[in-house]
């Protein structure tokens, strides 16, 4: 499945943006969906993720309360409502598709998008 990922931006703090992610190639109605962020010179971290069926989200505590993962199995996308955002949510957002329930780590997504870089501004 190729995936694309879009809606970043420079935003203040204090605001929000919704990232998506567009699935192509094949349906990702089976696959367990993620968000996560790279820092220069640091690994992609966990920062979202939800399951094949949207029946279960699990986030990173650090953004509990200002992010919001969910998806659109009809369309093929999966979203990333940010809320309240900070100047250290500033990072490169990537979604990722697998086969792991649940997964936390960037080694249970085989399928990645490009990366949206969001920048909040102080």
């Known amino acids: 499945v190729q995936l694309q990922a879009s809606g970043g931006g420079l935003v203040q703090a204090g605001g929000s943006l919704r990232l998506s992610c567009a699935a192509s190639?094949?349906?990702?109605?089976?696959?367990?969906m993620a968000w996560f962020r790279q820092d220069p010179g640091k690994k992609r971290a966990f920062v979202a993720g939800?399951?094949?069926?949207?029946?279960?989200?699990y986030r990173q505590d650090s953004v509990k309360g200002h992010v919001a993962i969910s998806r659109d199995n009809a369309k093929n996308t999966v979203y990333l409502q940010m809320s309240n955002l900070k100047p250290e949510d500033t990072s490169v957002y990537y979604c990722?598709?697998?086969?792991?329930?649940?997964?936390?780590?960037?080694?249970?997504?085989?399928?990645w998008g490009q990366g949206t870089l969001v920048t909040v501004s102080s």
């Open positions: 990722a598709a697998g086969d792991t329930l649940a997964g936390l780590r960037a080694d249970d997504y085989n399928s």
């Open positions: 939800i399951t094949w069926d949207g029946s279960a989200t």
């Open positions: 190639g094949r349906t990702i109605i089976t696959e367990n």
